[in-house]
């Protein structure tokens, strides 16, 4: 089973979101069964973060002096699900998300579940450094979005 660990250094979010924790979960039980890992205990963090926040983790860990809408840390390079694994850590910025400042809620909702599914897969060993990789995640990310979106509001 994948579980998602949820924390907020942003208060914006909560204006957005009103349970994070349940939100998360719930895209997490609509991913198809390859991604639900049975029989398993997989885990991630995920860290609802602010432009500034995220611009220092860029800083420091891709040596990039600028804001971005997501970063992901896989734990490892190549992915071996085993009975207990954890994934890695995504943040995500609020201020990325939140533009324009007058999208209403859904807009909002299906941004972040894209963006959200876009940090799982590089947990799970996707890349887009070629373009035939950018392709296949982006496949990916396309199949789970339409697999999600109907079941999470």
């Known amino acids: 089973m994948i579980s ?3 924390f907020s250094e942003e208060k914006a979010w909560s204006k957005k979101l009103k349970n994070k924790d349940i939100f998360f979960k719930k895209i997490c ?3 198809p069964k390859k991604y639900k890992f049975l029989n398993k205990k997989v885990t991630f963090t995920l860290l609802l973060s602010n432009n500034r926040n995220i ?4 800083k420091v860990f ?4 600028e804001s ?5 840390f896989p734990l490892h390079q190549k992915i071996k699900i085993s009975k207990y694994t954890y994934l890695g850590d995504i943040i995500i910025s ?3 998300l939140d533009k324009p400042r007058s999208q209403d809620l859904k807009l909002f909702k299906e941004k972040l579940i894209k963006i959200f599914i876009h940090g799982f897969l590089h947990l799970v060993g996707f890349d887009h450094k070629r373009d035939k990789d950018y392709d296949k995640m982006l ?4 199949l789970l979005f339409q697999s999600i979106k109907s079941k999470v509001n």
């Open 4 to 6: 998602v660990n949820v």
């Open 29 to 31: 039980a609509a991913f």
């Open 55 to 58: 611009k220092k983790l860029n």
């Open 62 to 65: 891709r040596k990039k002096n």
């Open 68 to 72: 971005t809408d997501i970063l992901s």
């Open 94 to 96: 609020y201020n990325y």
């Open 139 to 142: 496949r990916e990310e396309n």
